[in-house]
């Protein structure tokens, strides 16, 4: 098992919603900010959300804002993403990754998971 765990990847319609789930390690998720970033074939791994170690500070690239959702619940030491209005242009693999800060640069981040495949069909 690995320190961070994706799930909840899969084929949805365009519209659509799909909530992607990252277990973490405990030590991990009690002291590091966490993010999401996702790559689409041919394309460089990009940014898609952050949030802050506690929670209270959230940031979302241009492009999903107003229709993801990243939310981190301590009791089950697990990152969500929330995604609505799914757009074919969503269609990547999603990694979840644990940095010191919620940064939009993915060198920022020291651990990621193994990534879950979403795909938004028309």
């Known amino acids: 098992q690995g320190e961070l765990v994706e799930s909840g990847g899969g084929l949805v319609q365009a519209g659509g919603s799909l909530r992607l789930s990252c277990v973490v390690a405990?030590?991990?998720?009690?002291?590091?900010?966490m993010g999401w970033f996702r790559q689409a074939p041919g394309k460089e791994r990009e940014f898609v959300a952050s949030i802050s170690w506690g929670g209270g500070d959230a940031y979302y690239a241009d492009s999903v804002k107003g229709r993801f959702n990243i939310s981190r619940d301590g009791a089950e030491n697990t990152v969500y993403l929330q995604m609505r209005s799914l757009q074919l242009e969503d269609t990547a693999v999603y990694y979840c990754?644990?940095?010191?800060?919620?940064?939009?640069?993915?060198?920022?981040?020291?651990?990621w998971g193994q990534g879950t495949q979403v795909t938004v069909s028309s």
């Open positions: 405990e030590r991990i998720f009690k002291t590091y900010s």
């Open positions: 990754a644990a940095g010191i800060h919620p940064s939009m640069y993915k060198n920022s981040y020291d651990y």
